[in-house]
C-alpha cells in the first residue's frame, strides 16, 4: 500500500482556474515537501513544513498556497492557473532529525490548457 | 543559486556493464543523495551518502564533499535498471531542501 497518498493522479485545468492537489502521508513524518518537475528541468524545491509550519518556501509566485490541515497533510493550492504551471507535482516526507531521504509520492501531473 | 550536474546525460549499456555515473554540485553539501525515477516518474531512494563511500547491493555510491563531486555506480546492470537517476544534494544552509540535478537516463539492453 502506498504510504504518501496524491491525489489526483492526473488533472487538467483550463487557464485561470484554481486546482488543489492533495498529499497524505501514513508513515508518521513530522516534515513534508512539495516539489514540481517541469518537461526537461530539475525537480525544483517548492516548499517544506515541519510540524504544520512553513519551514522553507522557494516558490516566489502567491499563487502556490500550501495548505496543512492535519500533520500527516499537505495539499496544494494553486490559483490562476497558467500553462507554464504545467508539471509533475511531486508530495515528500521525512522525519525531521533523521538521518533519512525524504520518500516521495507518485506524483500528480498536472497539465493547463 | 545552488547547482547540481550530472553526467552523462544519457547512457546505453549491454546487459552485465558497470555503469559509473557523476554529479558535481556548486556549493557545500550536507549529503548528497541518489534516487531513481521510473519510467512512469515515482522515486525510490537508492543511497543517501554525506562523505565517503557507501553499498547497496549492486549499487556504490562516493562522495567527496570538499572537491563538491560524488558518483554512482552499478554493477552488473539489468534490463530493470533502465530509467533515470537524479543526484540530489542538500545544502548545508537549509535543512531536508534537496537540489537535484537534470539526470542521467540509463537504458540497458539485452
Known amino acids: 500500500d502506498p504510504k504518501i497518498i496524491q491525489k489526483p493522479k492526473y488533472l487538467v485545468a483550463v487557464t485561470g482556474s484554481e486546482k488543489i492537489l492533495i498529499c497524505e502521508q501514513y508513515?508518521?513524518?513530522?516534515?513534508m515537501y512539495w516539489y514540481r518537475q517541469s518537461a526537461k528541468k530539475p525537480l525544483e524545491f517548492m516548499f517544506s513544513?515541519?510540524?504544520?509550519?512553513?519551514?522553507d518556501n522557494q516558490t516566489a509566485s502567491s499563487r502556490f498556497q500550501p495548505q496543512s490541515s492535519k500533520k500527516n497533510h499537505l495539499d496544494l493550492q494553486i490559483t490562476a492557473l497558467k500553462p507554464d504551471d504545467s508539471a509533475t507535482y511531486f508530495c515528500a516526507s521525512s522525519h525531521r532529525g533523521h538521518n533519512q531521504a525524504p520518500l516521495f509520492g507518485e506524483g500528480t501531473r498536472l497539465s493547463v490548457l | 543559486g545552488q547547482q547540481v550536474q550530472q553526467s552523462p546525460a544519457s547512457l546505453v549499456l549491454q546487459e552485465g556493464e558497470n555503469a559509473e555515473l557523476q554529479c558535481n554540485f556548486s556549493?557545500?553539501?550536507?549529503?548528497l543523495q541518489w534516487f531513481y525515477q521510473r519510467p512512469g516518474g515515482s522515486l525510490v531512494s537508492l543511497l543517501s551518502n554525506p562523505s565517503g563511500t557507501k553499498h547497496t547491493g549492486r549499487l556504490t555510491s562516493t562522495t567527496v564533499t570538499k572537491e563538491r563531486r560524488g558518483s554512482l555506480h552499478i554493477s552488473s546492470s539489468q534490463i530493470t535498471d533502465s530509467g533515470t537517476y537524479l543526484c540530489?544534494?542538500?545544502?548545508?544552509?537549509?535543512?531536508?531542501?534537496?537540489?537535484f540535478g537534470q539526470g542521467t537516463s540509463l537504458s540497458v539492453v539485452p
Open positions: 556549493s557545500t553539501a550536507t549529503r
Open positions: 540530489a544534494m542538500e545544502a548545508s544552509s537549509s535543512f531536508s531542501k534537496l537540489v
Open positions: 508513515l508518521g513524518h513530522n516534515a
Open positions: 513544513y515541519s510540524y504544520q509550519k512553513l519551514m
